[in-house]
């Protein structure tokens, strides 16, 4: 029984009741990453109607998931032919979160969506470290994310590597192109954007930071 696709996307909605909870908390931070991306005010309505979505309350079911839909096919209208770069937005959180589901072991240690969540508070953190982005927004992430049970530090996602390690991780990422890396970095809540320019220097030095 297929219940949340390979992107945690949502296909059946009836088939949420029977997921665990800590599933449909995993599935969930597919969903605030759109109001991350784009959205500020879907993300403020995440930050009150995201506990009562991962507890299950019908009432905030279909908005959620209608706005991830209409999110999701927006933006890769925009960008049908991946000439823009906009598509890519989709991967906020997964170059951080693939290292961490790298660590440890792509297994059920962290969840796709827990390592997406513990990355998305990374990219947040890590664009504030950078001046990008405030201080005050990459708390608001961390903070909403642990809120509903996501991780939002490497020690919430159980993961003790140091920042040299992880960074080996996202070089196996295979959205590498050209020997570069691109980021997914921020400069506030609803303001992602493609960095292409990071160094990964600056990525280990921030992650050991995290430790
Ligand atoms: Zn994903």
Known sequence: MQKLSKNGF???PDTLDTLPRRELAAGYAEVAKYGLIDDPAFFAW????GAKLIAGDPSVRAPAIATSVASKARIV???ERETTGRRALL???HTFGHALEAET???????HGEGVACGMALAFRFSAAQGLCSVEDATRVTRHLEEVGLPGTLAAAGVDADGATLVAHMLHDKKMAGGRLPFLLARGIGETFVAKDVDLAAVATF???ER
């Open 105 to 111: 072991g792509f297994s059920d240690r962290l969840l």
């Open 10 to 12: 949502i296909q059946d």
């Open 207 to 209: 992650l050991d930071g």
């Open 77 to 79: 209208a925009e960008d």
């Open 91 to 93: 991967n906020l959180g």
């Open 46 to 49: 995440c930050e009150g109607n």
